[in-house]
């Protein structure tokens, strides 16, 4: 099961929050998958979601724009993921490694 699914303090004092946005599945499928991002100093934590299930944001660094961390799945699937953060468009690029399958998104914030 796919279950997927974020330093400078000036430019990252936004981001910590809810995100959003959607990932397609090889099989063409949209899944929603949303983000409640916190940051302290250089370290991300958190919540992701998604099919339903929550998932604790593990081992997030964080360093200027550009951010990392990894969920691990129901299925004890580690899933890495790499960030960067938009200010001006207050949005968030996304890309997750799911077993070798790539996945990228953008999210946007949940207001």
């Known amino acids: ?3 997927s699914c ?3 303090a000036i430019l990252l004092g936004d981001l910590p929050g809810k995100w959003q ?3 397609q599945l ?3 499928q949209n899944v929603v998958v949303t983000y409640t991002i916190n940051v302290d100093s250089d370290k991300i934590t958190g919540v992701a979601e998604t099919f339903g299930h929550s998932l604790k944001i593990e081992e997030g660094k964080i360093s200027g ?3 990392t961390f990894s969920i691990t799945n129901d299925n004890n699937i580690v899933i ?3 960030g960067k953060f938009y200010p001006e468009g207050d949005s968030v690029g996304m890309s997750m490694d ?3 399958a790539k996945f990228h998104t953008t999210l ?3 207001k």
């Open 80 to 82: 890495p993921h790499t």
């Open 98 to 100: 799911y077993g070798g």
């Open 108 to 110: 946007k914030r949940v």
């Open 26 to 28: 090889p099989d063409g």
């Open 65 to 67: 724009n550009d951010f």
């Open 6 to 8: 974020f330093a400078i």
């Open 21 to 23: 946005g959607n990932v």
């Open 1 to 3: 099961m796919f279950a």
